[in-house]
């Protein structure tokens, strides 16, 4: 059984459009989290949610917005699509946020090309 | 505020010889560390950390790091390599974020490529 999954795994859409990236974890966590990783694979968190919560927003554009509807599903919704968006996006989750040291398990990733 | 560097974007080693990827970091109380290994096209998978228990830590598949804080480095080693090995490895460290939260800071990355 997969333990964080995202859909779709390629995205290609033209500049301007909106687009959403859905994760699921199975394992129970209480945590989960959006990173991006540029082209030179630099990988950045985005942000952070702790049952359902949101506690971590590293100074993302606000056309990018996450939802959590529950513990296990941490979407991402991207508003007017721009070139710089091109990516991929990996969500993760871990157990209880308040503990530094607990492993993040990170799903499979998703590649968005913006033409 | 925490943060890493990992020295070498590229580390190319024959297959069966000595794997070395150098990370060091930089943090003004005790640092929580790790290494993630991507393999192409996948996700990050934890391959170790360190959490202040043991200054040698092993990992999966074969890897260890020892952690040193005078030199503040946490670099990463694999006696001998395999063609399996071969993937993108990020050191990271963990910073606190306001509270009782906390966020992972990835260094730039070293790319391992293993020679036959």
């Known amino acids: 059984d997969t333990a964080v999954s995202q859909t779709p795994k390629y995205l290609v859409t033209q500049m301007g459009n909106d687009k959403s990236i859905k994760c699921e974890q199975n394992?129970?966590?209480?945590?989960m989290y959006w990173y991006k990783q540029d082209s030179k694979k630099f990988l950045k968190i985005m942000f952070s949610y702790n049952n359902k919560e949101l506690i971590i927003n590293e100074t993302v554009p606000n056309r990018f917005s996450p939802k959590s509807p529950d513990k296990a599903h941490l979407n991402l919704h991207i508003n007017s699509l721009e070139l710089g968006d091109s990516a991929v996006y990996f969500c993760a989750s871990s157990q209880e946020a308040e503990v530094p040291y607990n492993e993040q398990f990170f799903g499979p990733g998703t590649r968005l090309t913006v033409l | 505020a925490q943060s890493v560097t990992q020295l070498g974007s590229h580390v190319s080693v024959s297959e069966g010889a000595l794997v070395l990827l150098r990370c060091n970091y930089s943090?003004?109380?005790?640092?929580?560390l790790f290494w993630y290994v991507q393999y192409p096209n996948q996700g990050l998978q934890l391959l170790l950390k360190?959490?202040?228990?043991?200054?040698l830590v092993k990992g999966i598949n074969g890897f260890e790091a020892e952690f040193k804080k005078s030199e503040t480095s946490f670099h990463l080693t694999k006696p001998s390599a395999h063609m399996r090995d071969a993937a993108e490895y990020f050191c990271?460290?963990?910073?606190?974020?306001?509270?009782?939260?906390?966020?992972?800071?990835f260094g730039k990355g070293t790319l391992l490529t293993v020679n036959p």
């Open positions: 360190y959490t202040s228990a043991a200054t």
């Open positions: 394992l129970g966590h209480d945590t």
């Open positions: 990271a460290v963990i910073q606190a974020h306001g509270g009782s939260n906390y966020k992972l800071t």
């Open positions: 943090s003004s109380v005790p640092p929580y």
